[in-house]
């Protein structure tokens, strides 16, 4: 026998059980918060309409010659209006993994927190914009990106009434 006794065993670490709820909820939130950090690098100096058009105006002309410079730059406002709704359209899919966890399929009412909690994200995100140089705040763009989340939700909702392996009856509650 060891010079240890019997009850003087090395013990495995054991791992306090907060943190293992908290790795299980990381497992269904991470995809949301980096789309989360993406957005927000979006929303940095890097990203104003002045170094977008820069960057996209010159191939629009290559591509559509014939468009007057207004033309071009309501093309341009456009695709930076729908970028709001896609980003987040995207990031209300991802939230909803989180906020669902181990459940499955889709309720109305993790569909609400997607949108609430994408919601508010625009509006934290808009207030970060309005201290970033060459950057502003917009209330239009919080409800784009409010219309955004809602059409995912409401994607979902659809694709699990539909779907036959989705639980389309039983797992769209209303």
């Given at each position: 026998?060891?010079?240890?006794?019997?009850?003087?065993?090395?013990?495995?670490?054991?791992?306090?059980?907060?943190?293992?709820?908290?790795?299980?909820?990381?497992?269904?939130?991470?995809?949301?918060?980096?789309?989360?950090?993406?957005?927000?690098?979006?929303?940095?100096?890097?990203?104003?309409?002045?170094?977008?058009?820069?960057?996209?105006?010159?191939?629009?002309?290559?591509?559509?010659?014939?468009?007057?410079?207004?033309?071009?730059?309501?093309?341009?406002?456009l695709i930076r209006k729908?970028?709001?709704?896609?980003?987040?359209?995207?990031?209300?899919?991802?939230?909803?993994?989180?906020?669902?966890?181990?459940?499955?399929?889709?309720?109305?009412?993790?569909?609400?927190?997607?949108?609430?909690?994408?919601?508010?994200?625009?509006?934290?995100?808009e207030w970060h914009q309005?201290?970033?140089?060459?950057?502003?705040?917009?209330?239009?763009?919080?409800?784009?990106?409010?219309?955004?989340?809602?059409?995912?939700?409401l994607m979902m909702m659809?694709?699990?009434?539909?779907?036959?392996?989705?639980?389309?009856?039983?797992?769209?509650?209303?």
């Open positions: 026998m060891s010079s240890m006794g019997a009850n003087q065993h090395a013990k495995t670490p054991r791992v306090p059980v907060e943190l293992l709820q908290t790795m299980r909820a990381l497992k269904h939130w991470w995809r949301a918060i980096c789309w989360a950090g993406l957005i927000y690098f979006f929303s940095t100096g890097y990203f104003n309409a002045y170094e977008t058009a820069s960057l996209l105006i010159p191939i629009f002309h290559r591509l559509f010659p014939s468009l007057s410079p207004e033309e071009l730059h309501q093309i341009h406002y729908a970028m709001h709704v896609l980003n987040y359209l995207v990031l209300s899919f991802l939230v909803l993994d989180g906020v669902r966890g181990e459940g499955r399929g889709w309720r109305w009412g993790w569909g609400r927190q997607a949108i609430l909690i994408c919601t508010a994200y625009a509006a934290l995100d309005s201290f970033v140089p060459w950057r502003g705040a917009s209330v239009a763009d919080v409800f784009l990106d409010g219309a955004g989340a809602t059409v995912a939700q659809m694709w699990y009434r539909v779907s036959k392996t989705g639980g389309a009856s039983s797992e769209a509650h209303l």
